[in-house]
């Protein structure tokens, strides 16, 4: 319901958040439609979090010797972004879209996050484990269930590409075994059983 998704998406009560997230802007970089159905991939200009976070810690921790109130904390939080820049980062989004009537909604996909959330988990821990291949697997079942997750199909690829020297050296000491294998046999066919 319309109630659900501005509860679920609300940073009004925020008081560094609500601030920096308006901060955000897009740019759409493709847009396919078939039937009632459709996806965007946009270009997003957002803060970059984990630096206001770790910004947010450290001021934090200045803090707390002094005696400030969780007011006061909440005013130097709110002036410190309004009086400085705001560390920014690019990255690109799928957007899910369907056709309600004559227009066109985001699809906010919630059935599936948690599936998805806990396939990308355990892709990651795979990946940190070194079982790449795993991994991928874990990322590509987390993609069929949310094809607009782009970061994830970046995952993939990047998998990809750590994955093809591993492919190549295999396909090399096949081929160095076939080699010393054939080499065995034509020795004795030359000297005799």
């Given at each position: 319901s319309l109630e659900t998704f501005i509860r679920y998406n609300s940073i009004e009560d925020s008081v560094v958040v609500g601030p920096l997230m308006r901060r955000t802007t897009f740019e759409i970089e493709t847009l396919e439609t078939e039937g009632d159905r459709g996806r965007a991939v946009a270009r997003v200009r957002q803060p970059n979090i984990e630096r206001v976070?770790?910004?947010?810690?450290?001021?934090?921790?200045?803090?707390?010797?002094?005696?400030m109130s969780p007011g006061q904390f909440d005013k130097l939080l709110k002036k410190r972004y309004r009086s400085r820049p705001v560390p920014m980062v690019t990255v690109k989004?799928?957007?899910?879209?369907?056709?309600?009537?004559?227009?066109?909604?985001?699809?906010?996909?919630?059935?599936?996050?948690?599936?998805?959330?806990?396939?990308?988990?355990?892709?990651?821990y795979l990946e940190e484990a070194g079982n790449l291949k795993e991994a991928?697997?874990?990322?590509?079942?987390?993609?069929?269930?949310?094809?607009?997750?782009?970061?994830?199909?970046?995952?993939?690829?990047a998998l990809d590409f750590r994955l093809?020297?591993?492919?190549?050296?295999?396909?090399?000491?096949?081929?160095?075994?076939?080699?010393?294998?054939?080499?065995?046999?034509?020795?004795?066919?030359?000297?005799?059983?």
């Open positions: 976070m770790s910004d947010l810690f450290d001021t934090a921790l200045s803090s707390i010797g002094s005696g989004r799928g957007v899910g879209l369907v056709r309600e009537g004559e227009k066109w909604k985001i699809s906010a996909g919630w059935p599936q996050e948690e599936q998805v959330g806990a396939l990308v988990r355990q892709a990651s991928k697997e874990k990322y590509e079942a987390a993609l069929a269930l949310n094809e607009n997750l782009i970061e994830i199909q970046d995952q993939i690829d093809k020297p591993a492919a190549e050296a295999q396909r090399e000491s096949r081929r160095m075994i076939e080699q010393a294998l054939e080499d065995l046999r034509r020795g004795r066919n030359r000297n005799g059983p």
